[in-house]
C-alpha cells in the first residue's frame, strides 16, 4: 500500500489523506478538523487540508497533549495496515523522547482513589439513622 517511486506513484498526496493513512487520526474528517484548528504544522508554517505533503516533508502533529515530529518517508492515499502505516513516517528522537517524557509525568501524578463502595450498606444506613437522631 505504500506508495515507492515509480511510474504510478504520486509524487505528492493531500496533508488530511496522508494524516488518515499513517494512522494519526480515524477519519479524514478528523484529520481535516486538526488541520483547521491549527494542530498540524508543515515545516513550521500552519496549512490548509490540501496542502500537498511530499517525502522528506516534516510535520508537527499535536494529539492531546502529545506532540508528535515526524519527517514524510513514504506517500500513501489508501489507508492501509498499521505496520504499513509506520513505514510512512519517521518520528524524531527529540520527539520521541519528549512524548516519554510527559507519559512519565501522567503515571507520576497522584491519582484520585475513592475508597468507598458506593451506597451505603442498610447496616451503613441505621448508623447513619442513629447518629442523625442523636443530634
Do not use: C, N
Not at 94 to 119: H, Y
Amino acid at each position: 500500500m505504500v506508495s515507492q517511486p515509480g511510474p504510478h506513484a504520486p509524487e505528492r498526496v493531500r496533508l488530511d489523506r496522508w494524516l488518515w493513512a499513517a494512522r494519526f487520526y480515524k477519519t479524514r474528517s478528523l484529520a481535516a478538523a486538526a488541520i483547521a484548528g491549527g494542530k498540524v504544522h508543515l515545516s513550521g508554517q500552519r496549512v490548509k487540508r490540501s496542502k500537498m505533503v511530499q517525502v522528506g516533508d516534516a510535520l508537527r502533529i499535536r494529539k492531546g497533549i502529545y506532540e508528535y515530529a515526524v519527517i514524510v518517508q513514504g506517500l500513501a492515499e489508501r489507508r492501509g495496515r498499521p505496520a504499513e502505516a509506520a513505514d510512512l513516517y519517521a518520528e524524531t528522537p527529540e520527539s520521541l523522547a519528549a512524548r516519554e517524557r510527559v507519559s512519565a509525568e501522567l503515571q507520576a501524578r497522584r491519582t484520585f482513589e475513592f475508597k468507598g463502595k458506593g451506597r451505603p450498606t442498610k447496616k451503613e444506613r441505621r448508623l447513619l439513622d442513629r447518629w442523625k437522631r442523636r443530634e
